[in-house]
């Protein structure tokens, strides 16, 4: 069976991600900050995927020793890694030239840095000979300037540099890096808003996108994909 990586995976699109490849047979390593979410994916996914080895850890991705941790844990545990899904994002509003001092920084642990570290740790395990893939989600705040969350999208922009780079070091490898950016996308964060979330992009799509891309011949990359509301912004 194939081993996955995915970051963030207890809500929304890293959610999406990991069940659809858990459903095409994947064995799937999991991280994200909240416990009990940790544990409550584990426990479902376990009941309904139960020939995959699923890793399901607590870990804090803007701190560089947990994510070094978590890697190690997962090439114990798999040995080899197919697919690694850098998805794990922080999001805070507002104007670059009134928000708390430190914003910046802490998006940027776990926007960048941790998707940085992450794919340092794993890459010496991939192999391009089974078509092995890093996926970044990226966010269209990465390619284009977006008002009241300057700083978010200064770490997207960032996230689209490290992947461009990455796919450059590594093409002669067999390891493909895909960036996927979508806009408005469905989550938890939009309940109450008022927002008519029925034009929301649906993280499942999200994830379907993910399982195509990963799905082309060797022969072939999608380098940038960018996916929006088809009715258009809100």
């Known amino acids: 069976m194939p081993n996955a990586i995915v970051t963030g995976a207890t809500h929304g699109i890293g959610k999406a991600i990991a069940e659809k490849l858990l459903a ?9 900050r909240t ?3 940790v544990e409550s994916c584990k426990v479902k996914w376990q009941s309904e995927y139960a020939g995959a ?12 020793q947990q994510v070094h941790s978590f890697a190690a844990s997962v090439i114990a545990a798999f040995n080899e890694i197919d697919l690694l899904v850098n998805n794990a994002g922080l999001f805070y509003t507002g104007l670059i030239k009134d928000e708390p001092c430190g914003q910046l920084e802490r998006m940027m642990g776990v926007n960048l840095y941790s998707a940085y570290y992450l794919s340092r740790a794993v890459i010496p395990v991939m192999t391009g000979e089974d078509n092995a893939h890093i996926v970044n989600i990226c966010s269209v705040a990465g390619l284009e300037p977006h008002l009241n969350s300057g700083s978010y999208s200064i770490t997207k922009y960032a996230m689209m540099g490290l992947s461009e780079n990455l796919r450059l070091e590594l093409k002669d490898s067999g390891i493909k890096v895909t960036t996927i950016c979508p806009g408005y996308t469905y989550s938890r964060s939009w309940e109450g808003t008022g927002v008519d979330t029925s034009r929301l992009i649906k993280a499942e799509d999200v994830a379907e996108m993910v399982w195509t891309t990963i799905n082309l011949s060797a022969n072939t990359i999608a380098e940038t994909i960018v996916m929006r509301p088809a009715k258009g912004n809100l």
């Open 53 to 64: 080895n699923i890793l399901a850890e607590t870990v804090d991705l803007s701190d560089k």
């Open 35 to 37: 416990t009990a979410d």
């Open 24 to 32: 095409n047979g994947y064995n799937v390593a999991i991280c994200a």
